[in-house]
């Protein structure tokens, strides 16, 4: 028994204090991406090969689901007795110059400890229509009010928490440029945001101050080498807005709703939309490593640096990959792969090399094997020199650097209509 404990100890240990290398080299040359064998996404532990959408949605898909939880984002907590109640703060029906509906919504989470917490959406419904429209969410990063110039959007609560003196970022339309909200309300899209840092603040010393202290057995500090790291955390938040839509706004369409994020966010929208099924469209901009990014090329960020860097977005476990990733029994393509056959969007551009566009293109095309299953299509190396690829596996790279763009917000859109047959 004490050999047992002892050696659980060790393994704790050496999972979570291995790699981390805020020094380690960053390869920016492509005669230098190591040789390595892309794990097979139809090929299940055992050795045996996937010939069926059944064999692939029982056995290949959990197993991979598994992977992913155990050692990279960490694992869902299942039944977490959380309660969430919605309150309209504000209305406006005729924001954007009378384009929009404006509703703005506090989320209040109640943890079975009785403690709570607050965030709040802002969601935009296209006026030009009375049907029931489809929605765009994505979380934003420096509140609520920094995402248009309206007046009467009320700044994110985390705003207070996370705003540093003197900083310019959480100024209201500060991120204006990155909301193509107008574009997509013409096109008969709502479009749902809210700060990341209201579900869980980005910051390894405040942890505390979102919603994990409501879930049952939450031990600040103390993380087992497979506990979610705050992707998983924002990705759960990611559903939560999802369940407030589908259930609660009678305009929204539940069965067309997109999830989509840039950088850090683009992970969370892609794990988001791996867990959550109700995602019919998945959209992750720029989301380089521990994203859509294949790992094992090691170009730009990697394993060492992330996990440096950002202790607190995955799970311990993942450490043991830094410096190390061919030792990885997955990849990221099978990442994208598990939401086959939903459809999943691949935005690069072209100076991101910190988040390896060519390794985001390659995840796509090897996600491939997956979407075959269902007859749907996805793009093939062949085409690397494409820039707009449109398949049930969509990608696109422009020039420019690490950001979302109105031309980004254009191709979503193209891709969304196309999922949804308009
Ligand atoms: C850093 C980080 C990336 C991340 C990005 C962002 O650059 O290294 O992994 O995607 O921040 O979220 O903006």
Redesign the pocket.
């Known amino acids: 028994m004490r050999h047992t404990l002892l050696l659980s100890a060790l393994l704790i240990w050496a999972a979570t204090s291995a790699g981390q290398n805020k020094n380690a080299p960053v390869n920016y040359d492509e005669s230098k991406v190591p040789t390595f064998e892309v794990p097979d996404v139809l090929t299940c532990a055992d050795g045996s090969r996937v010939k069926t959408r059944k064999q692939w949605e029982h056995k290949r898909r959990p197993e991979l689901m598994k992977m992913f939880g155990e050692q990279e984002y960490g694992l869902t907590p299942g039944q977490t007795g959380i309660k969430v109640k919605h309150e309209l703060v504000a209305t406006n029906n005729n924001a954007l110059g009378g384009l929009a509906t404006q509703k703005q919504v506090r989320f209040v989470f109640t943890g079975t400890n009785g403690q709570t917490h607050e965030a709040l959406l802002l969601l935009y419904l296209p006026n030009n229509t009375a049907k029931r429209v489809p929605v765009i969410i994505g979380y934003n990063?420096h509140g609520n009010q920094t995402t248009t110039l309206q007046d009467d959007v009320i700044s994110s609560p985390s705003k207070d928490l996370m705003q540093s003196a003197g900083s310019e970022k959480w100024v209201r339309g500060e991120q204006q440029r990155r909301w193509s909200y107008e574009a997509a309300l013409r096109r008969g899209y709502a479009v749902a945001t809210m700060c990341y840092h209201d579900i869980c603040p980005d910051s390894p010393g405040l942890l505390a101050k979102g919603v994990l202290p409501l879930f049952p057995g939450y031990n600040e500090g103390q993380r087992t080498p497979d506990e979610w790291g705050t992707i998983g955390v924002w990705a759960w938040g990611y559903s939560r807005i999802a369940d407030y839509l589908q259930k609660k706004e009678p305009r929204i369409d539940g069965k067309r709703m997109v999830v989509m994020g840039?950088?850090?966010?683009?992970?969370t929208a892609l794990w988001a939309g791996v867990q959550d099924e109700r995602f019919q469209v998945v959209i992750s901009n720029?989301?380089?490593?521990?994203?859509a990014a294949l790992s094992k090329r090691v170009f730009g960020?990697n394993i060492a640096?992330?996990t440096a860097?950002?202790p607190h977005w995955f799970c311990p476990a993942f450490n043991a990959y830094s410096e190390n990733e061919a030792a990885l029994p997955f990849d990221q393509h099978e990442l994208l792969a598990l939401i086959a056959p939903r459809y999943v969007y691949v935005a690069s551009a072209e100076d991101d090399q910190?988040?390896d566009p060519k390794g985001e293109y390659l995840s796509a095309c090897y996600a491939g094997a997956a979407y075959q299953l269902y007859e749907a299509s996805s793009p093939s190396e062949a085409q690397l020199q494409e820039v707009k690829l449109h398949h049930n596996v969509g990608y696109h790279i422009r020039p420019g650097g690490?950001d979302v763009t109105e031309y980004d917000w254009q191709c979503f859109l193209d891709f969304c209509d196309k999922a949804f047959s308009r």
């Open positions: 990063f840039h950088s850090r966010l683009g992970k720029n989301s380089g490593c521990g994203g960020e640096r992330i860097s950002f910190w988040a690490h």
